[in-house]
């Protein structure tokens, strides 16, 4: 099983709908993010989180919400998508980059989102 | 301003040659680090290779090296005897910030191509 996982994998939906990509991990890690891949522009931060009562905003945050369930747990919700939300959307986690650390992301999957 | 530069959008490479991934940063802060990560069609981001702002010599991890120019600012990937499999999209990213702080920015990466 994956260290990082994303659900859904794939999502097509319509514009004006609410839409929750969930990301769980097993690693331990306290730092999560979320980022976005678009063609060309590379990833993108949304939101990141250091801890459960830790929330941050990334470059991108407009249009999106989060919320840290657990340490396990960090979701990324699309209150109202809009067609320029279609993205492949990753999750990742951390550690501190202390000792042999690098602090390198870890990343789920992917979720492929389609707004039509 | 762009901190992480990527300037070949696409690059090609010959079977069983080396290929040079080009990337320059810009920080201030004198801690930083620098990381390699590879995305195939798959879409998984799989991390390759790091460079501490103050490691002395220059990252290796089998077939990939880093090219580290401190002064340049520079943190080239070098792929030796390039496989059929070496294509994909290559990320170079950038860690800045006290360890309390700290996230990962992405160039908009290279896409390659191992012609055989």
């Known amino acids: 099983d994956a260290d990082v996982t994303q659900t859904p994998r794939n999502r097509i939906t319509k514009t004006g709908k609410r839409i929750m990509l969930e990301c769980s991990q097993t690693?331990?890690?306290?730092?999560m993010y979320w980022y976005r891949q678009d063609p060309g522009l590379g990833l993108r931060l949304i939101y990141y989180?250091?801890?459960?009562?830790?929330?941050n905003k990334g470059e991108i945050s407009d249009g999106y919400s989060v919320s840290r369930q657990a340490q396990a747990k960090f979701s990324l919700s699309l209150e109202s998508a809009i067609p320029n939300q279609t993205a492949l959307y990753f999750c990742?986690?951390?550690?501190?980059?202390?000792?042999?650390?690098?602090?390198?992301?870890?990343f789920g999957e992917g979720s492929r989102l389609t707004v039509l | 301003a762009q901190k992480i530069t990527q300037t070949q959008p696409g690059m090609f490479v010959q079977e069983k040659e080396a290929v040079t991934l080009d990337c320059t940063y810009d920080t201030s802060d004198p801690s930083y680090g620098l990381f390699w990560y590879k995305q195939p069609s798959s879409g998984e981001m799989i991390f390759l290779i790091y460079q501490g702002s103050y490691d002395q010599q220059n990252a290796t991890e089998g077939r990939y090296s880093l090219n580290f120019q401190k002064a340049r600012k520079s943190a080239n990937l070098v792929i030796s005897a390039s496989q059929l499999g070496d294509s994909a999209m290559y990320f170079c990213a950038m860690r800045e910030g006290e360890d309390s702080s700290y996230k990962l920015i992405f160039g908009s990466g290279t896409r390659l191509l191992v012609r055989p």
């Open positions: 690693k331990g890690h306290d730092r």
């Open positions: 989180s250091f801890d459960v009562k830790d929330i």
């Open positions: 990742a986690t951390s550690d501190l980059p202390t000792g042999e650390g690098t602090g390198e992301l870890f």
